[in-house]
């Protein structure tokens, strides 16, 4: 999985799941599909717990403590959200 980027992981893993979900395909070709699709899972795991420990070490004070922050995102019609999913 050299130069695997996590956006081509996800588009990769999105694809294998539809051609499962499909059906219609072999159990060897449903079992390999399977065991990429794993591969793809664990991979995409790992870099979003690297991103998480940067995030992390980016929040941390001056005394090396962690400050819990409550992450809003923004929905497509530009809006925040907090945690909860619900609109700020």
Do not use: P, Q, W, Y
């Amino acid at each position: 999985m050299t130069n695997l980027t996590f956006e081509k992981a996800l588009a990769d893993l999105e694809e294998i799941v539809a051609k499962l979900e499909k059906g219609g395909i072999s159990l060897n070709e449903s079992l390999a599909l399977f065991e990429k699709g794993v591969k793809m899972s664990r991979f995409l795991r790992g870099e979003l717990d690297k991103a998480e420990r940067k995030v992390e070490i980016l929040l941390k004070d001056e005394k090396g403590k962690l400050k819990a922050e409550d992450f809003e995102a923004e929905t497509d019609d530009g809006e925040e959200t907090g945690e909860d999913g619900g609109k700020a």
